[in-house]
Nanobody, 124 residues
Framework: QVQLVESGGGLVQAGGSLRLSCAASGRSFSNYAMGWFRQAPGKEREFVATVTASGDSTYYADSVKGRFTISRDNAKNTVYLQMNSLKPEDTAVYYC?????????????????WGRGTQVTVSS
């Protein structure tokens, strides 16, 4: 059974940092892109970042570019999201996901496995 389990969320002051982790189990995802999405209260789930299967390429939403860094460790079947210079508008539930493709993952429909999410709250 495939499972994606996020961790590392919490409460942080504006300007602070958090590092999210997502551990996958049940199968290897080393051949697939992995990504992070987030959903704030009353808003739709939105793309945050994607890393390709090889880890050579990354893609970011404009709102997080320069502040967030996505990475992966295929040996551990884990994807990370380092979040720096956090802002109150980053407050959301953050979800990791696995794409159906090796080098594509910007749209929700590109992803076929999802975690249950971890809450990130940034206070002003």
């Amino acid at each position: 059974q495939v499972q994606l389990v996020e961790s590392g969320g919490g409460l942080v002051q504006a300007g602070g940092s958090l590092r999210l982790s997502c551990a996958a189990s049940g199968r290897s995802f080393s051949n697939y892109a992995m990504g992070w999405f987030r959903q704030a209260p009353g808003k739709e789930r939105e793309f945050v970042a994607t890393v390709t299967a090889s880890g050579d390429s990354t893609y970011y939403a404009d709102s997080v570019k320069g502040r967030f860094t996505i990475s992966r460790d295929n040996a551990k079947n884990t994807v990370y999201l380092q979040m720096n210079s956090l802002k109150p508008e980053d407050t959301a539930v953050y979800y990791c996901a696995v794409s159906s493709f090796a080098a594509r993952g910007l749209l929700r429909n590109d992803f076929n496995y999802w975690g249950r999410g971890t809450q990130v709250t940034v206070s002003s």
